[in-house]
């Protein structure tokens, strides 16, 4: 698994200061004006930046879109507080069961196949350029800790803990592959620009000063 924590954006003051500078006079008639177009702006910037990441990601892995979203935290800005980020939160690796694995559940007694013979090994789709390939030496088995089917290997170095749940591969991997992990900053700046502009016509009709 991947390591944790990573800040994918951050949107600061300085950042957000630099950005809106051409506006404050616009906005310093109406009350909480700089801050709340600031605010909405940051936030809606952050969101729209989650749902590019995954888009990102899933371009090279076949991962379900629920399960990067969990794991991307959005620190949202407030009036009082005129900062926001997108980061990685936690470990990002995803279960390998969650890569379309076969079988889906634990045979009890395995079914055969037209010459008698028992299903064995454990296949999973996890790049969407490729195809379905086989995990070696793996099995499906139901978690203790969960009781969800989970793609494991028997380990049998550690006698503690014989069976262990593999993961598929850590999903920052993804943006340094596209060289993206430093554009992204670039594009929340770019998306952020036209969020402000859009939040400060829209705050500037409404007070009716246009």
């Given at each position: 698994m991947s390591k944790a924590g990573q800040t994918l954006v951050l949107i600061d003051k300085d950042r957000i200061d630099r950005q809106m500078q051409a506006m404050r006079g616009a906005l310093e008639h109406i009350k909480d004006g700089y801050k709340t177009v600031a605010m909405?702006?940051?936030?809606?910037?952050?969101?729209?930046?989650?749902?590019d990441v995954v888009r990102l990601i899933r371009s090279t892995y076949a991962v379900p879109a629920r399960d990067l979203r969990e794991k991307l935290s959005v620190i949202k800005a407030k009036k009082s507080y005129l900062r926001g980020s997108l980061s990685a939160k936690g470990p990002i690796s995803v279960p390998l069961m969650r890569y379309g694995a076969y079988p889906r559940a634990p045979f009890v007694s395995a079914p055969k196949g037209p010459r008698g013979k028992r299903h064995k090994g454990v296949t999973v789709k996890v790049r969407a350029d490729d195809g379905r390939k086989g995990v070696r030496h793996a099995f499906v088995l139901n978690s203790p800790s969960t009781g969800k089917p989970e793609v494991v290997k028997k380990v049998h170095a550690d006698r503690r803990y014989p069976i262990r749940i593999l993961y598929g591969p850590g999903h920052l991997a993804a943006l340094r592959e596209e060289e993206n992990l430093g554009s992204l900053q670039e594009?929340?700046?770019?998306?952020?620009?036209?969020?402000?502009?859009?939040?400060?016509?829209f705050l500037i009709e409404k007070a009716g000063l246009r």
């Amino acid at each position: 698994m991947s390591k944790a924590g990573q800040t994918l954006v951050l949107i600061d003051k300085d950042r957000i200061d630099r950005q809106m500078q051409a506006m404050r006079g616009a906005l310093e008639h109406i009350k909480d004006g700089y801050k709340t177009v600031a605010m909405r702006a940051v936030n809606k910037t952050l969101d729209g930046m989650r749902t590019d990441v995954v888009r990102l990601i899933r371009s090279t892995y076949a991962v379900p879109a629920r399960d990067l979203r969990e794991k991307l935290s959005v620190i949202k800005a407030k009036k009082s507080y005129l900062r926001g980020s997108l980061s990685a939160k936690g470990p990002i690796s995803v279960p390998l069961m969650r890569y379309g694995a076969y079988p889906r559940a634990p045979f009890v007694s395995a079914p055969k196949g037209p010459r008698g013979k028992r299903h064995k090994g454990v296949t999973v789709k996890v790049r969407a350029d490729d195809g379905r390939k086989g995990v070696r030496h793996a099995f499906v088995l139901n978690s203790p800790s969960t009781g969800k089917p989970e793609v494991v290997k028997k380990v049998h170095a550690d006698r503690r803990y014989p069976i262990r749940i593999l993961y598929g591969p850590g999903h920052l991997a993804a943006l340094r592959e596209e060289e993206n992990l430093g554009s992204l900053q670039e594009q929340a700046m770019e998306r952020f620009s036209k969020a402000v502009d859009h939040e400060a016509r829209f705050l500037i009709e409404k007070a009716g000063l246009r």
